[in-house]
Nanobody, 126 residues
Framework: QVQLVESGGGLVQAGGSLRLSCAAS???????IGWFRQAPGKEREFVGA????????YYADSVRGRFAISRDKDKNTDYLQMNSLKPEDTAIYYC????????????????????WGQGTQVTVSS
């Protein structure tokens, strides 16, 4: 059974930073681990992910240059470092495991992810 647990959300002022964690257990080797967010009344939006093969992150245009994904293999935990936060970054943030084993391309659609964490709220005040 795959389990993903996010933590680290909170309230921060615009321009501030937060670091989210995604602790994974179960079968995750060979799968991309992605980050998504969902604001009230909006669809779930891709934020970034780490490829299973090279472990090189890729990002949505809206966060590239401000957010950075890293991984601690020993802890089986991914991190989403969020800098220069804006009010429009306010959302529930989720991590997820890709549906496909060893995907050959970037996995950006939410329906390409099978297992999801419970989410963590990030609120950025202006």
């Amino acid at each position: 059974q795959v389990q993903l647990v996010e933590s680290g959300g909170g309230l921060v002022q615009a321009g501030g930073s937060l670091r989210l964690s995604c602790a994974a257990s179960g079968r995750t080797f060979g799968y991309d681990i992605g980050w998504f967010r969902q604001a009230p009344g909006k669809e779930r939006e891709f934020v970034g992910a780490t490829t299973w093969s090279s472990e090189i992150p890729y990002y949505a245009d809206s966060v590239r240059g401000r957010f950075a994904i890293s991984r601690d293999k020993d802890k089986n935990t991914d991190y989403l470092q969020m800098n220069s936060l804006k009010p429009e970054d306010t959302a529930i943030y989720y991590c997820a495991r890709s549906r496909e084993l060893m995907p050959t391309g970037e996995v950006r659609a939410h329906n390409e992810y099978e297992y999801w964490g419970q989410g963590t709220q990030v609120t950025v005040s202006s």
